[in-house]
């Protein structure tokens, strides 16, 4: 199975900063590699899918790069409803797997 | 616009079964490259994905619960199930259903979750 690790797990921000984060996997995948935002009682959505491509409607602050075993998403200039927890997740072999998160707390 | 809707008890007995439905609306369940998977998050902690449907009936399931676990599919209700058998406390989570969405370029083919329905929290206690 393919682990995910991401750093940090958790970040202090304040609104306007850039901030990234990172995902690590413990083996290539490629770009099959996708993220994901969570608030508080609400169910994940979908930012960046395959690595680098942002899904429709969501805001271009939101980036994501890195091919192989390490990836980034990078949040150019945080807004108030940015803060939340972020999960990376590998879709190139069954079963599916998940980063343990970071969450992203304002200072 | 597809929208997913979980449904099921939200309270199960210990060494029972765990039963949950996901509601397609918006769309139907057959049309589309869609893979159709649940999702788990016991309260505080990550994801874990459980296992997926194509509407043929074909299933992928995580090891990890492949002995307990049935993923079904109903297109006529546009719907898939998930059941758990032999729950323990450790499966207390809320339970998420998400299209597996698939992408084909010339030469990959590429999958996400999205969307995802509300969840819905199930309890394992007598």
């Known amino acids: 199975d393919i682990q995910m690790t991401q750093s940090p797990s958790s970040l202090s921000a304040s609104v306007g900063d850039r901030v990234t984060i990172t995902c690590r996997a413990s083996?290539?995948?490629?770009?099959?590699l996708n993220w994901y935002q969570q608030k508080p009682g609400k169910a994940p959505k979908l930012l960046i899918y395959a690595a680098s491509s942002l899904q429709s409607g969501v805001p271009s602050r939101f980036s994501g790069s890195g091919s192989g075993t390490n990836f980034t998403l990078a949040i150019s200039s945080l807004q108030p409803e940015d803060f939340a927890t972020y999960y990376c997740?590998?879709?190139?072999?069954?079963?599916?797997?998940f980063g343990q998160g970071t969450k992203l707390e304002i200072k | 616009q597809v929208q997913l809707q979980e449904s099921g008890p939200g309270l199960v007995k210990p060494s029972q079964t765990l039963s949950l439905t996901c509601t397609v609306s918006?769309?139907?369940?057959?049309?589309?490259?869609?893979?159709w998977s649940w999702i788990r998050q016991p309260a505080g902690k990550g994801l874990e994905w459980i296992g997926r449907i194509y509407t043929s009936g074909s299933t992928d399931y995580n090891p990890s619960l492949k002995s307990r676990v049935t993923i079904s599919v109903d297109t006529s209700k546009n719907q898939f199930s998930l059941k758990l058998s032999s729950v323990t406390a450790a499966d207390t989570a809320v339970y998420y259903c998400?299209?597996?969405?698939?992408?084909?370029?010339?030469?990959?083919?590429?999958?996400?979750?999205?969307?995802w329905g509300q969840g819905t929290l199930v309890t394992v206690s007598s």
């Open positions: 998400a299209r597996d969405q698939v992408h084909c370029s010339s030469t990959t083919c590429k999958n996400w979750f999205d969307p």
């Open positions: 997740q590998q879709s190139y072999s069954t079963p599916y797997s």
């Open positions: 918006g769309g139907s369940i057959s049309s589309g490259s869609y893979y």
């Open positions: 083996q290539s995948i490629s770009s099959y």
